[in-house]
């Protein structure tokens, strides 16, 4: 069995091949797999949920373990916290376990790529962020692979992170970085719009999004949470990456769901988008919700493992 670490992950993955992956994923997964909602575990002593993704795709199956720890970063230490083991659906053998926070996070970030790839105008020249934490940063990172945009624009409510995020960015990059006060400034600059955050109340008002606009939401994952103010809702076009999950888990769906705001049938899935090639007029508002499916994960965590093996990357283990 092979053992990968964050830093195996990071040899062996990369913006590009994950996005292949994905795509492919998204195009055959109703076909070639099996995907049950999530399992949560809840720990309100410890601010802690625990989730667990089975999965299975094509001749592999698959789990993810992750934690979500409320009070881990003001400890010094990482929000997301998980592992994922791979095993072959042939003869049951494992065949690897890898980190699965850095799994989570290049996968949510090319997710949304993957979005704007099929959502976004043809040419953006602007990209705003809204929670400019590691998966935040990776995600803008994954859509500068893609996109040949200007200008991007970042707000988080922490300076330290707001910082932290122009650094990185200013190490990889050479874009004009624009650091807001204000999310709303973000919001009103930016023809693909991100958001990372885990708030429980909207993070910016609708009437800043200028029509044509594409939004991201990645951040928040429980019905408590909500990112996205239910008035913008009413004026997008609403895509998810998986329906059954989007309409059951996050406050950003479920919330003007149980409101009466909107219902099932105003919602699609993006496999239908990238299937279907649903046309996008210019003056569209379009907001993609990831709520984390486990696809996303199954297909990323197969092509780290085989990339590994091509390239003799990691640890070899007998279990």
Do not use: W
Not at 143 to 163: G, M, P, Q, R, T
């Amino acid at each position: 069995m092979l053992i990968l670490s964050e830093n195996d992950l990071g040899e062996v993955l990369n913006y590009k091949n994950v996005l292949e992956a994905l795509e492919s994923g998204f195009i055959g997964y109703k076909r070639k797999g099996d995907f049950p909602l999530r399992t949560a575990i809840d720990s309100k002593e410890n601010r802690t949920t625990v989730l667990f993704m089975p999965s299975s795709y094509l001749d592999k199956s698959g789990n993810k373990i992750v934690s979500l720890c409320e009070n881990n970063p003001s400890n010094g230490l990482p929000y997301t916290r998980g592992i994922y083991i791979l095993k072959s659906l042939k003869d049951g053998a494992p065949l690897c376990i890898m980190d699965g926070t850095y799994l989570t996070y290049i996968r949510t970030a090319v997710t949304s790529l993957l979005a704007s790839k099929y959502l976004a105008k043809k040419d953006p020249q602007t990209i705003g962020i809204i929670g400019t934490g590691k998966v935040g940063t990776m995600a803008i990172l994954a859509h500068l692979s893609y996109f040949n945009v200007e200008k991007i624009y970042a707000y988080d409510k922490l300076d330290y992170n707001l910082n932290s995020f122009k650094q990185k960015l200013d190490s990889h990059t050479s874009y004009d970085i624009v650091l807001c006060n204000d999310s709303n400034e973000v919001v009103s600059n930016s023809e693909i719009l991100i958001t990372a955050t885990t708030s429980t109340t909207p993070i910016f008002n609708s009437r800043s999004v200028n029509q044509g606009t594409h939004i991201n939401g990645i951040g928040s994952y429980k019905k408590t949470m909500q990112e996205t103010p239910e008035g913008l809702l009413l004026r997008a076009k609403i895509f998810v990456d998986t329906f059954e999950g989007a309409t059951s888990e996050p406050g950003d769906i479920v919330i003007p769901l149980t409101n009466g705001l909107i219902n099932k049938d105003n919602i699609l899935e993006l496999s239908d988008v990238i299937l279907k090639r649903i046309p996008r007029n210019d003056s569209d508002i379009t907001f993609f919700k990831s709520v984390g499916f486990s696809l996303e994960d199954i297909v990323t965590a197969d092509l780290a493992y085989q990339e590994s093996k091509k390239k003799g990357i990691g640890v070899d283990v007998d279990i």
